[in-house]
């Protein structure tokens, strides 16, 4: 990716950060990735990352936005806000419908369903859940409110990480919808 600037100051943040033995020496994207694919495809007015950890993916996200003309148009200097806290209540106080959800959190299966539920009231008809992991309780809640279901298994290159499977959740529309729509 083509973003010298960006690029340097995930560097120069991680050449600085205090947990040194616990980060890799060099900035890579990983499955951050086909979350700047995914933002950067379906232009999403409103995105939520849960899990900032040390707040690379949240901004990568602003970056995307930034790039993409769009956020411009409807939010003019709009630049972001990190919110720190437990996701469930954050979520829960949110006054946003969210067009994308990250989830960056634990894997504990009553977190992720805790977090769901508060989520699902935020939820739009375009919205996409994104999850580094596969987890039976993100297929459950898919199952149970008709999402669809992509996964991906993402290899790093050269890392010590093995690999994960993604997974993306999102309402499909059936085909006599897309027609409606294109008429």
């Excluded at 600037?5 to 020496?25: I, N, S």
């Excluded at 996409?128 to 297929?139: D, K, M, S, V």
């Excluded at 997974?167 to 294109?182: N, V």
Aim: glycine share 6%; hydrophobic share 45%.
């Amino acid at each position: 990716m083509a973003d010298v600037d960006f690029h340097r100051y995930c560097q120069e943040a991680l050449d600085a950060h205090h947990w040194q033995a616990l980060v890799d020496p060099e900035y890579r994207w990983g499955h951050r990735l086909a979350h700047y694919l995914l933002i950067r495809a379906t232009k999403p007015g409103f995105v939520v990352e849960a899990g900032v950890r040390h707040g690379f993916g949240a901004a990568m996200i602003l970056r995307v936005l930034e790039r993409d003309a769009f956020l411009w148009r409807l939010f003019p200097g709009y630049r972001g806000e990190v919110v720190r806290g437990d996701s469930e209540q954050v979520l829960a106080q949110l006054e946003h419908k969210i067009d994308l959800f990250l989830h960056e959190t634990t894997t504990d299966p009553g977190h992720v369903a805790r977090q769901l539920a508060a989520l699902q009231p935020h939820l739009t008809a375009r919205s996409i859940i994104a999850a580094p992991w596969h987890l039976q309780t993100f297929l459950d809640y898919a199952e149970s409110q008709g999402l669809a279901v992509i996964t991906h298994h993402l290899t790093p290159f050269d890392h010590w990480l093995s690999g994960t499977n993604m997974m993306f959740l999102f309402r499909q529309k059936s085909a006599q919808q897309m027609l409606g729509e294109a008429a």
